[in-house]
């Protein structure tokens, strides 16, 4: 009989081995990895629609060709006139310091003692900076992962086959498997796939509320590109913690780009949302569907941006559950 720690020491030794390969080939695995996601992603709408009669090919094809169109029309319609809004911002950040503290002066500003002034003076800066240092951030990454795209011009190919022969892939898993634990892992797979199906469900729930409420604010206080605007928020909410952050920046940029009192106006919509969503929404959409600390889900985040950029954000969270579900089944059924 082995012991617990030993059991333990083992897993853990199992599981950082199988994050350093991954992360070694992570340039010729993520292209293959993201097509899988993807795959797993769209393949409920694929079933739909051969519930409703269409052959799985047909299905196959036409969920691809709608999502093809949908990333061209973003990169072709929506990313141009967002990049245009943050070079004018980076353009006229000394007129949106100067504007700042115009309406500074009009709310008593400069009755204030001096040392307040210096330390409002100081925050303004680093806000300033920071905004700035994320736009340079974005750019950076924007470069990058243009420089990426070839390595995904094959996705559509390896989607449409991972789709059409879902269960010829199956096999091949399920022969690799050990016959005397090939029941367990398939069970355990079904474990895995429920919790990371139930999250993605609730997520992209979660992510069209907070979409539709950011476009009905930013309709009512008459910032440009609601639409736009609403899709980015609704999507980074998928990150937590760090996802409410990126999707207010670009709001905020056009907030600045009217005034600071729009843009004040606006940091309170993303708050009042954040607080729904938080407070409402979530709990009773969410509830414990990973079951992970918060401390935990930081320490995932972080490590996942730092290893595989954006998706790495994205994913590491249901990657997280897929490993405590995994951690737990072996732990309970390897002896």
């Known amino acids: 009989m082995v012991s617990s720690s030993v059991k333990k020491i083992f897993i853990l030794i199992f599981i950082g081995i199988i994050i350093l390969i991954l992360y070694i080939s992570r340039s010729i695995i993520k292209p293959i ?24 090919k047909t299905a196959v094809l036409l969920t691809l060709l ?49 040392y307040l002034k210096n330390a409002a003076n100081s925050s303004l800066l680093r806000v300033e900076r920071a905004m700035v240092d994320y736009l340079n951030r974005f750019f950076n990454q924007l ?45 355990l797979g079904h474990e895995i796939d429920k919790i990371i199906g ?26 440009r590109y609601a639409i736009i605007i609403a899709f980015i928020n609704g999507i980074t909410n998928i990150i937590p913690y760090f996802g409410p952050v990126i999707g207010l920046l670009p709001a905020l940029f056009a907030g600045l780009a009217e005034s600071v009192n729009k843009a004040i106006m606006v940091v309170a919509a993303f708050f009042v949302i954040q607080q729904v969503e938080s407070s409402i929404v979530a709990p009773k959409l969410m509830g414990d569907t990973i079951g992970i600390h ?27 559950g897929a490993i405590k579900v995994t951690y737990r089944y072996i732990m309970k059924n390897l002896y």
Request: no cysteine.
């Open 198 to 223: 139930s999250f993605i469900k609730s997520q992209i729930i979660l992510s069209i509320i907070i979409a539709v409420l950011t476009f009905f604010a930013l309709i009512i206080l008459k910032i």
């Open 66 to 114: 709608l999502l093809l169109a949908f990333t061209f029309l973003g990169i072709f319609f929506i990313i141009p006139g967002l990049l245009r809004d943050m070079l004018e911002f980076l353009k006229n950040t000394d007129s949106y310091s100067s504007m700042a503290g115009e309406y500074l002066n009009k709310i008593g500003y400069d009755k204030l003692p001096l």
């Open 294 to 320: 918060p401390v935990i889900v930081m320490i995932v985040l972080i490590l996942g941006g730092k290893f595989f950029g954006g998706w790495g954000l994205v994913l590491s969270i249901p990657a997280a």
């Open 143 to 187: 470069i990058d992962f243009t420089m990426e795209l070839p390595t995904y011009i094959l996705t559509p190919v390896f989607v449409y086959y991972f789709l059409i022969d879902t269960e010829y892939f199956l096999k091949i898993i399920k022969s690799i498997i050990p016959m005397r634990i090939r029941s367990k892992a398939i069970e």
């Open 33 to 56: 990895l993201f097509s899988i996601v993807l795959a797993y992603l769209i393949n409920p709408m694929v079933e739909l629609l051969v519930r409703r009669g269409l052959r799985k």
